[in-house]
């Protein structure tokens, strides 16, 4: 059962890495404009909506993962999302690639594996 809940652990936190790709490729480029207008365009963006629905789902099947897991186990893995989303936004948002990024993303994976050896 606790391979279960940490496999679903790794697809809620996918789910959210692909939520934030979805609503930063639906904002598109900063233009510079007020707060409303952002805020209208955002609204009004289909992948927006992708996005927060993939949020939403990940955020409520994170409620099975937490009466399963320990949250000091559970939570860890949630910075793994910091390395999906940087992979993805690089690959496919155009992001910058940084050797300074990637060390760090270095070091969350480094540390969630020594979490999960005492799981």
């Known amino acids: 059962m606790k391979t279960i809940a940490i496999a679903l652990a790794v697809f809620c936190v996918l789910l959210s890495s692909a939520a934030q790709l979805a609503m930063k490729k639906g904002l598109g480029a900063p233009s510079g404009a007020d707060v409303a207008s952002t805020y209208l365009h955002a609204f009004t963006s289909p992948m ?6 993939l949020y939403g789902a990940s955020a409520v099947l994170w409620l099975w993962v937490l009466s399963r897991l320990d949250v000091s186990l559970a939570y860890p893995l949630v910075s793994l999302g910091f390395v999906v989303t940087m992979a993805l936004g690089i690959a496919w948002l155009g992001e910058p690639f940084s050797w300074v ?3 760090g993303c270095t070091l969350i994976v480094l540390g969630v594996s020594l979490l999960a050896l005492d799981a």
């Open 48 to 53: 927006v909506w992708l996005g927060l629905v």
């Open 101 to 103: 990024r990637v060390g």
